[in-house]
């Protein structure tokens, strides 16, 4: 586990642990919606999986890249973006972001054909 995927050379998994302030956890989840919809779609190929969960006003990802490059271009795309916008201020504390190199004999997930 690393706080960034610094020198990673494959497949990487990254989680995010978020809590949202009172009153902006629907509209949180709305915009992280989005971003799940634009991630596990063919507008980014290097997205092997974005999964996301909800508790109250904790909410959970669970991320998987072919590469750095594929983690990099999900954080360009205007939808990304628009999320950050929106939600900069909802956060009740840092998000804890955690980075994984994956095994390299680990099978590639086949979520995105299940979805």
Same mark, same amino acid.
Request: charged share 30%; net charge negative; proline share 5%.
């Given at each position: 586990?690393?706080?960034?995927?610094?020198?990673?050379? *494959?497949? +990487?998994?990254?989680?995010?642990?978020?809590?949202i302030?009172?009153?902006?956890?629907? !509209?949180?989840?709305?915009e992280?919606?989005?971003?799940?919809?634009?991630?596990?779609?063919?507008?980014? %190929?290097g997205?092997?999986?974005?999964? !996301?969960?909800?508790? *109250?006003?904790?909410?959970?990802?669970?991320?998987?890249?072919?590469?750095?490059?594929? +983690?990099?271009?999900?954080?360009? !795309?205007?939808?990304?973006?628009?999320?950050v916008?929106?939600?900069?201020?909802?956060?009740?504390? %840092? %998000?804890?972001? +955690?980075?994984?190199?994956? +095994?390299?004999?680990? %099978?590639?997930?086949?979520?995105?054909?299940?979805?």
């Open positions: 586990m690393a706080t960034s995927p610094a020198g990673f050379k *494959g497949p +990487l998994i990254v989680t995010a642990d978020i809590e302030k009172e009153g902006h956890a629907d !509209t949180f989840e709305q992280f919606r989005k971003v799940r919809e634009c991630a596990n779609s063919d507008k980014e %190929p997205c092997i999986e974005f999964r !996301t969960s909800r508790h *109250g006003n904790k909410f959970f990802a669970f991320e998987q890249y072919e590469d750095v490059a594929s +983690l990099k271009a999900h954080g360009e !795309t205007d939808v990304f973006k628009a999320f916008s929106v939600v900069k201020d909802f956060h009740a504390r %840092p %998000p804890v972001v +955690l980075f994984y190199e994956e +095994l390299s004999d680990a %099978p590639k997930s086949s979520y995105k054909a299940r979805i």
